[in-house]
């Protein structure tokens, strides 16, 4: 299953007590492959740095690249804009991305991709915890 992950549930996926690690889990074990762009991976970085700086930051890409060597990650250059998010445009590089990989769901806790359930378009938007409850759960 494709997915892409928003930015701030990605950076919830970290530290042994994360309610979310399941999904970070599932990634290097294979059972899900995570759609992203360079788009999404400057805003990773950029966001992951600004939160808790640039070691974890590092810590991030590192485990994005681990990902990518297990075959997790699939790297997209999205040719079009769908301009799905009005609410927030900064928010559509997950729409393009997620549309372009024909990924199931974006995992997010924003409301903004609220608009993707309706708009006709395949992937549509989860909480981490409702993934982890429909998806990795025994």
Do not use: W
Not at 6 to 24: E, M, Y
Not at 92 to 106: K, L, P, Q, S
Request: aromatic share 10%; glycine share 6%; net charge negative.
């Amino acid at each position: 299953m494709i997915v892409c992950i928003d930015t701030n549930s990605l950076v919830q996926l970290f530290g042994k007590k994360s309610p979310f690690r399941a999904i970070a889990v599932a990634l290097m074990d294979g059972r899900i492959e995570i759609a992203v762009s360079t788009a999404i991976l400057l805003e990773y970085e950029e966001v992951a740095a600004a939160m808790h700086g640039p070691v974890f930051a590092r810590e991030v890409i590192g485990f994005l690249d681990l990902a990518a060597a297990s075959g997790s990650v699939k790297h997209l250059a999205p040719q079009f804009h769908f301009r799905i998010i009005t609410a927030d445009p900064d928010d559509d590089i997950f729409a393009d991305c997620a549309i372009a990989a024909a990924a199931e769901y974006i995992i997010t806790e924003d409301g903004h991709f609220k608009a993707l359930r309706n708009a006709g378009y395949k992937p549509q938007p989860i909480t981490p915890e409702e993934f982890i409850r429909r998806f990795l759960s025994p």
